[in-house]
């Protein structure tokens, strides 16, 4: 013991210097990486991405995944190494809540002026986004109404639409499904007005219709024009001119057909069963090129960089298995987990063995030309994880290397380690315990439009994001015992920051509170941030186990770091919360925080696997409990209805749920947490155990 004790010390001078001073990267892996990792090549990737048709269940779209495998096959990955996973996508059938795409496939299609004028207004396949996508073929000449936005029923108060064309601003399928399927109008014709349309005229919007099994048969199709298109017919019609439009889509239409996964591993040498997983998404329209061409190009060299190393033995094998997946976004993602049930992440807590995920959405935006930034995400709260400390290192490291290639910018490397946000495929390996990210780009106002092409795209950002996720998994499938020690200190250190955050945000709250209502909020606040200590506890634990996940004891001087750095959280949390107490007055002995004078001890238990897909209960619930969740004081955003369903993974009370949801977020009444799990209870998607 006292051996041990001796080393622990030696470990804690030592590292202490080394976290605060240094990268925990292998300076020669960071030299390799940054000599055969290519964002040339990425690039060259994208621009042969962007020209396929690539909507998600769509033939367009099995012909890029075709290229990405055969582009895999030249980089040395055989039949073993390399493959596609299929799944029928018709519309119809479900992977847990998520509705599968139709197949769909057009040949031809073309928007014609006939009244006042004859002229050609927009045609497929030359400007691809210009049909909305899901449109079924059909052939009609009638009137052209103009009826505003077109998303809500008042839109169409006093207006005869059955039978002719409807003109309005919002997004196709929420148009479609009013003013076709609603009020029988023949098709739809939208077009982009907002800021980003006063600012560039001629760009179109990329829309869809997105049918339900019910509305299949009754689809029509729609088109998408550019705001100076879209206000010239708007114009004619203020004007009292009569316009006639003539709209002809040709092909197949709707078809039952397949989502597309391709995969590639790189097999692990001494843990192959032990994973971390490299996704992007490879759908969109024509071109699309910064969403997700560029994801799915960086993993693409990133896949041939790695197996070339490898090849030529200048690195070895990984210890543990790395995956790489091209998904068609959401939905895709959600049948490949549906059918790989053993996909389980380290947090799981049924023992998962994927260490983390990266998923590239979005990574080459040219920083000069969009005024943009990269966002790495964050865990949310469910999830207690090293990743984001080593995310934070391996940013640092990027900035620090001096990446330029002959066709890239000149910029500098602009970023911000950002706190969780969905709207990717990430989102899917969270709900299942995986500890995972997002590399994105934000503001990007080419984003769903026709101005998202390979020109904007930067070979300098791709080559840094590719550096920055390789890096980072690669040092996780092959972590050394002086790696994870620097880990555990970067990830003290990030909790200690956490928990300080945490305790700013509570102080600036209580110094609102009223006189009356302090000391109850003084329990609350250390009820917070004893969740937030305990979350922060187990990301430093779980070093440990992204060490070697078989046996967390394997090294005794990082087991024992590890508890002295748990022990040091656990006093700071004491000394925080003590000093709040005195502060703002102390606590009564009768003073209750309100979670515990309104506690719900029913525990839930999850039925269903993966996120709810997207606006879930207002689709499947009476109409009379959907209103709460379009309702101006519905409490939950997007991302905050995602963490609830993934906070309950654990088996969670309600009280518990919600003083997690609070420290994550703001303080919500339990009432609301109870409401938001009955209903999806009542849809048979949990179950309410217990008192």
């Known amino acids: 013991m006292r051996s041990v004790l001796a080393g622990v010390a030696v470990a804690l001078l030592a590292h202490t210097l080394g976290a605060a001073q240094g990268t925990l990267f292998d300076p020669r892996v960071r030299d390799l990486l940054h000599e055969e990792l290519s964002g040339e090549r990425a690039k060259e990737h994208v621009i042969a991405i962007t020209r396929h048709h690539r909507i998600q269940g769509s033939r367009g779209y099995r012909d890029a995944a075709d290229w990405v495998l055969a582009t895999l096959r030249e980089s040395g990955f055989d039949e073993e190494h390399a493959w596609i996973e299929s799944f029928p996508s018709d519309g119809r059938i479900h992977y847990q809540t998520w509705q599968s795409p ?11 002026m006939l009244e006042p004028s004859e002229e050609r207004i927009i045609g497929y396949p030359e400007i691809a986004m210009s049909v909305v996508t899901y449109s079924n073929t059909g052939d009609v000449s009638a009137e052209l109404v103009w009826v ?13 639409v059955r039978g002719k064309f409807v003109l309005a601003t919002r997004y196709g399928g929420s148009v479609h499904r009013l003013a076709v399927l609603q009020h029988g109008a023949a098709a739809v014709v939208c077009y982009l007005d907002d800021e980003r349309a006063a600012e560039h005229p001629d760009m179109l919007q990329y829309t869809g219709m997105w049918p339900r099994p019910d509305e299949l048969e009754r689809t029509t199709f729609g088109f998408n024009l550019t705001n100076r298109q879209g206000e010239r017919l708007r114009g004619l019609l203020e004007d009292g001119q009569k316009v006639v439009l003539r709209g002809k889509v040709e092909g197949i239409g709707l078809e039952p057909f397949a989502m597309d996964v391709v995969v590639a591993k790189l097999d692990g040498a001494e843990r192959p069963e032990e994973e971390l997983v490299f996704s992007a998404h490879l759908d969109h329209p024509k071109e699309s090129a910064n969403d997700n061409a560029s994801g799915s190009g960086a993993i693409l060299d990133m896949a041939r960089a790695l197996r070339r190393l490898i090849d030529e033995q200048r690195l070895p094998a990984p210890e543990r298995t790395l995956r790489f997946l091209w998904v068609p976004e959401w939905y895709g993602t959600m049948a490949y987990l549906d059918a790989h049930p053993e996909v389980l992440g380290i947090t799981a807590q049924r023992g998962g063995t994927v260490l983390a995920n990266l998923n590239l959405d979005m990574v080459g935006e040219n920083l000069e030309l969009l005024h943009s930034r990269l966002l790495v995400t964050k865990n949310p709260f469910s999830i207690p994880t090293c990743l984001d400390d080593l995310l934070a290192d391996a940013l640092a490291l990027v900035d620090g290397l001096d990446v330029r290639t002959p066709r890239g910018s000149r910029s500098s490397f602009n970023y911000s380690h950002s706190a969780y946000s969905g709207g990717s495929d990430h989102m899917m ?9 997002m590399l994105s ?4 106002y080419t984003h769903h439009t026709s101005e998202d092409t390979p020109d904007k795209v930067d070979p300098v950002q791709l080559e840094r994001c590719e550096i920055l996720a390789t890096s980072a998994l690669w040092t996780l499938a092959n972590l050394t015992e002086r790696q994870a020690l620097d880990l555990a200190w970067l990830t003290a250190a990030g909790a200690n920051e956490r928990v300080d955050a945490q305790v700013r945000r509570l102080r600036g709250a209580l110094a609102q509170a009223k006189p009356e209502e302090l000391a109850a909020r003084v329990a609350e606040a250390a009820q917070t941030l004893e969740v937030q200590a305990q979350r922060e506890l187990q990301a430093i634990e779980s070093v440990l186990r992204h060490y070697d996940l078989r046996d967390t004891s394997a090294s005794p001087v990082l087991a024992r770091v590890v508890f002295e750095h748990q022990e040091s959280l656990r006093r700071q949390v004491e000394h925080r919360r003590a000093a709040l107490a005195l502060e703002f007055g102390g606590e009564r002995d009768d003073a209750r925080p309100a979670s515990a004078r309104q506690a719900d001890g029913r525990r839930v238990v999850r039925k269903t696997r993966g996120p709810l897909a997207f606006g879930f209960q207002e689709r499947a619930l009476p109409p009379e409990r959907a209103a709460w969740y379009s309702a101006p004081d519905f409490p939950f955003g997007g991302d ?4 609830l369903v993934n906070l309950a993974n654990a088996g969670s009370t309600l009280s518990e749920i919600r003083a997690q949801y609070c420290a994550e977020f703001e303080p919500v009444d339990l009432t609301h947490i109870a409401r938001f799990f009955e209903d999806l209870e009542a849809l048979e998607l949990v179950e309410l155990v217990g008192d």
């Open 102 to 112: 139709s197949g769909w496939d057009i040949s031809a299609a073309e928007l014609r």
């Open 148 to 160: 505003g936005a077109g998303d809500a029923e008042s839109d169409y108060a006093g207006k005869d």
């Open 429 to 437: 390996f969270l709900d299942r315990g995986v500890p995972s990210a």
């Open 441 to 444: 780009h934000a503001p990007d």
């Open 640 to 643: 905050e209805r995602f963490e």
